[in-house]
């Protein structure tokens, strides 16, 4: 048998465990006022928690040993005790107001989302996300990084394995941030834990969030609403930078997306719509399509040898910049720019067999969006 | 009237004596008690909506 002191060892050694521990066990502290408020109301609410635990079960334990049967205890007999209960019904109300009132002001703190310095809209996907920096002619789509073989299991899966981006969700720190949140499609969750944000992006509502982060560092986190068969494939990878950092990084993208604009008026050789395309057809199409275009019918036909794709260039351009209604395949006409659909779509008339010999011009397609 | 009220904040919090009981049961109006639970519903709602549009505001 164990003596007292061997078990309060037991239990210290469990107890520096679960300190040790306490960060893959719990939530997480976060980078955010917001997050730090969270984590300390929760851990708040759980030793308030203990403590009433312990009281009572330790007055119950105490006097099923102390009163009990085999030493002639008798049970007391009376109807009732006002006092007695007036008291154990005034202090759990007590307890409650008292838990109430920080988590309110909490609450409201987080609901406030006026006076932002930066307001990004947030769109989800199947299975993407949109960032676009309103006010600042920035918009772009972050999707899964990881690749295929990783995924397929035929190489080693890396630390960030289905937690990475091609391109990152950019913030300042010490910034407020607003959201504003929708989806084009289903309703999507988009949650980063160490900002505690997480929050429903639903069709045709916007829902506002915001954040003030104050630590630079990478920050991840992925869908947490169901929403089709990639739900698991479209992460969320946030890059908190120094305010200087951050400008001079927003000035790059206005720069590329001027050039990009730019791009719409000239000739491109097929080439470079080839290579362009392919880059576009990898991070966006292939995770319905498949690498090799072969598809995955029924729901996602292939495209590599589709005789129509081939034979008709209209119809082809039409189902990209449309979509199709009813089906899986969206609208490209406000997610991708007229350079990245002339490339892709170039490209996959010219890859895999599909020798069309065709080529779309950035210029073709940015008349269709305008029709 | 004030034992009616009495007994109508008591069973609000939930606690009541047994001697006060029997005193509703075997003098009490059912009528009187209804309208007074209606009427004090109704002040305890409204100071609620007022704590948290003190909070709020």
């Excluded at chain 1, 772009?140 to 890396?158: A, P, V």
């Amino acid at each position: 048998m164990r003596l007292p002191w061997q078990w309060l060892l037991t239990i210290t050694s469990v107890a520096s465990l679960s300190q040790a521990h306490a960060s893959s066990w719990n939530m997480p502290v976060g980078v955010t006022d917001t997050s730090r408020n969270i984590f300390g109301l929760h851990m708040t609410i759980f030793w308030v928690c203990v403590v009433i635990g312990v009281i009572v079960f330790g007055v119950m334990f105490y006097s099923l040993f102390r009163y009990r049967h085999s030493k002639g205890a008798k049970a007391a007999r009376f109807h009732e005790h006002t006092s007695v209960e007036v008291l154990w019904t005034a202090i759990p109300i007590l307890i409650l107001v008292g838990m109430a009132v920080p988590a309110t002001a909490t609450l409201k703190n987080m609901y406030d989302a006026s006076e932002a310095d930066l307001d990004i809209m947030i769109t989800g996907q199947q299975w993407r996300w949109r960032y676009e920096y309103l006010g600042e002619d920035i918009a772009y789509t972050s999707n899964l990084s990881t690749t295929r073989e990783q995924i397929r299991g035929e190489s080693e899966r890396d630390e960030h394995y289905l937690l990475d981006v091609d391109e990152p969700l950019v913030l300042p720190i010490n910034r407020k941030v607003r959201f504003l949140m929708t989806s084009d499609d289903v309703i999507h969750s988009w949650w980063v834990p160490e900002l505690a944000v997480k929050q429903d992006t639903i069709p045709g509502f916007i829902n506002e969030n915001w954040v003030q982060i104050n630590e630079p560092g990478i920050y991840r986190g992925q869908c947490a609403e169901l929403c089709g068969v990639n739900h698991g494939f479209m992460p969320i990878v946030v890059h908190a930078m120094e305010e200087a950092e951050f400008e001079t990084w927003l000035e790059e993208r206005k720069e590329a997306a001027e050039q990009e604009a730019m791009g719409v008026d000239r000739e491109w050789a097929i080439e470079e719509l080839m290579a362009r395309g392919e880059e576009v057809y990898q991070s966006i199409c292939s995770s319905c399509h498949q690498g090799e275009g072969q598809g995955a019918p029924p729901a996602f036909p292939a495209l590599a040898g589709n005789e129509q794709l081939i034979n008709e260039l209209d119809w082809h351009l039409d189902r990209v910049i449309n979509g199709v209604s009813g089906a899986a395949m969206p609208a490209f006409r406000n997610t991708l720019n007229p350079v990245e659909i002339a490339a892709v779509v170039t490209y996959t008339r010219n890859a895999w067999g599909n020798e069309t010999g065709d080529t779309v011009q950035p210029a073709t397609v940015a008349e269709r969006i305008a029709q | 009237m004030w034992s009616v009220v009495k007994s109508v904040l008591a069973a609000l919090l939930g606690v009541q004596n047994d001697r006060q009981r029997q005193q509703d049961f075997s003098n009490g109006k059912p009528v009187a008690f209804i309208i007074t639970a209606v009427v004090v519903t109704m002040m305890f709602v409204l100071l609620l909506a007022g704590i948290a549009i003190y909070a709020a505001g």
